[in-house]
């Protein structure tokens, strides 16, 4: 097997590609691998199957490799607005040049805008702007300590995301296993909240309607 190979360094972020696989690492811990990925489809679906409009309004938090947006765009009426909110300014560039084949150059679609920062500054500055929500971040609330006050998946972060949805709105929130009493905070910031099962079955997204 091929070595791995360095394409690009940026801050604390790599890209590193060996045959057709890529990741990425921040500080030297990989954060992500196009091989490991499968679920995203499921995500949007999912997210977007209660859309009712015509020109719904998508915010993905989590770029990645552009799976989730991909797979958004493809299932999403042709009217559709779609936010990106990626912390890192090399993983937006990199999706734009390198990687964007693995995702049908979807950061190219007219329907595709870019925020880079703090998802949680995008969602205090947009209420009640939202239909759809998907979040793709640190591997779901498993992954981060939900009690801390900054975490998008506390309290105060789950009542941001709820304000920002619309009447009729969905939050999806992709997760790599479950996390107790998950559902029940997102009852707890007023969304109907449900769960299903995705890809291999590892895999779940967490429901919040609104």
Same mark, same amino acid.
């Given at each position: ?24 690492? $921040? ?5 992500? $691998? ?6 995203? /489809? ?13 020109? /719904? ?83 779901? /609330? ?17 009542? $941001? ?41 590892? $895999? ?7």
């Amino acid at each position: 097997m091929k070595p791995w190979k360095t394409l690009a360094t940026d801050g604390k972020f790599t890209l590193r590609q060996r045959e057709r696989e890529y990741m990425v690492l $921040s500080e030297g811990k990989i954060i992500m $691998s196009s091989r490991q990925h499968g679920a995203e /489809p499921d995500l949007a679906r999912i997210g977007c199957a209660r859309i009712d409009t015509s020109t /719904p309004r998508l915010l993905i938090g989590g770029l990645g490799f552009g799976f989730t947006l991909r797979a958004a765009l493809d299932i999403a009426p042709d009217l559709t607005r779609v936010t990106v909110n990626e912390p890192s300014k090399a993983v937006v560039e990199w999706n734009r040049g390198t990687l964007a084949s693995l995702n049908g150059h979807a950061l190219d679609d007219p329907r595709v805008s870019v925020e880079v920062g703090d998802v949680q500054r995008v969602l205090s500055k947009n209420r009640k702007h939202y239909d759809v929500i998907l979040l793709d971040i640190d591997n779901g /609330p498993f992954a981060v300590d939900i009690d801390d006050d900054m975490s998008l998946y506390s309290i105060g972060g789950l009542s $941001s995301v709820r304000a920002s949805l619309r009447t009729g709105g969905r939050l999806a929130v992709l997760s790599a296993g479950t996390h107790p009493g998950f559902n029940k905070r997102l009852a707890e910031v007023g969304f109907t909240a449900s769960v299903q099962y995705v890809g291999d079955g590892d $895999s779940l997204v967490f429901i919040g309607d609104v």
